[in-house]
């Protein structure tokens, strides 16, 4: 189960320490957020692959923080849903 401590987050910044994951999440979420042009930065790091510890940060031009990654998100699974669909139809 995937624990979210929330280190910073201001109005144009977040910084998050994500416990029990590594990269299968935050490869195509920080993928997304990079061709947000609201977006000026956005990166994650695994401390160790064994501890599942991610230090995910995004820093946004424009909005808030929280909810552009939370446009992400939903971009993401649209996609999947997709995907899905065109396997399954």
């Given at each position: 189960m995937l624990?979210?401590?929330?280190?910073?987050?201001?109005d144009k910044y977040l910084?998050?320490?994500?416990?029990?994951?590594?990269?299968?999440?935050?490869?195509?979420?920080?993928?997304?957020?990079?061709?947000?042009p609201?977006?000026?930065?956005v990166q994650f790091d695994v401390d160790h692959p064994l501890q599942e510890n991610v230090y995910f940060k995004v820093k946004v031009r424009r909005g808030n923080p929280i909810e552009v990654v939370q446009r992400a998100v939903n971009a993401i699974i649209s996609d999947l849903e997709e995907l899905e669909k065109?396997?399954?139809?």
């Open positions: 624990q979210l401590e929330i280190l910073k987050l201001d910084e998050v320490k994500v416990r029990g994951e590594t990269y299968t999440l935050f490869s195509p979420l920080v993928e997304y957020l990079s061709n947000d609201d977006v000026e930065y065109s396997f399954f139809s």
